[in-house]
Structures are given as C-alpha cells and as structure tokens.
C-alpha cells in the first residue's frame, strides 16, 4: 500500500509562513485527488484542501486566501504553502488521498504551532 510521510512543521510566529511536504512512497500518487486535513487538540478533524491529478484545487472557507496546495506529480509530491499563519492554525496538519477506501488511513502528520 502506498504510504505517505508529512514533513515541515514547527513552531512559528503569527503571520510567518511554512510549507509543509507530502511526500509518497509510490507514483501511484499521481492517479489520487490528495487532500490535507488538520486536526487541533480536543476538535473534529478538518479537510482544508484538495487537488486533483490535473491540479485543480479547493481550499476550506477558513484557509482560503491564506493556504495554497500544490503538487509535483514528477516528485510524488504535494505540498502546503501556509502564509499570515495565526494561532487557530495551530494543529497537527496530515494528508492522504481523498477517497472512501482511505478512509481510516492516518499517517504521523506533522505538527504546526502558532505562537508568540
């Protein structure tokens, strides 16, 4: 099964940026709408963007303007640009394919901390 590995958090300050990797282990990426969701302590996991094999993206009404997803199919790479980060976009940030069978798929994720 294809794995995928997120990389680039840390702690920031508000209105810094970062890019955050997702990186997976077979070109079988390139066939996946990917998606990036984000979960904060104590709260419901939230999808945030989405791109599809052709690049065609969606971003969640409170990232949008401010996030940007993108991916290198050559790389079997997706990636997350974060600009004007705050402290509400503290969570651990995680990515997969947006499909049912994917369902219950979670990688590690990586953390992004928001603070002063």
């Known amino acids: 099964q294809v794995q995928f590995v997120e990389s680039g958090g840390g702690l920031v300050q508000p209105g810094g940026s970062l890019t955050l990797s997702c990186a997976a282990s077979?070109?079988?990426?390139?066939?996946?709408?990917m998606a990036w969701y984000r979960q904060a302590a104590g709260e419901q996991r939230e999808l945030i963007a989405t791109?599809?094999?052709?690049?065609?993206?969606a971003h969640a009404d409170s990232v949008k303007g401010r996030f940007t997803v993108s991916r290198v199919n050559t790389k079997n790479t997706m990636y997350l640009q974060m600009n004007s980060l705050q402290p509400r976009d503290t969570a651990v940030y995680s990515c997969?394919?947006?499909?049912?069978?994917?369902?219950?798929?979670w990688g590690q994720g990586t953390q992004v901390i928001v603070s002063s």
């Open positions: 997969k394919p947006q499909a049912t069978n994917w369902r219950d798929y």
């Open positions: 077979s070109t079988s990426f390139r066939i996946y709408t």
């Open positions: 791109i599809t094999p052709d690049n065609k993206t």
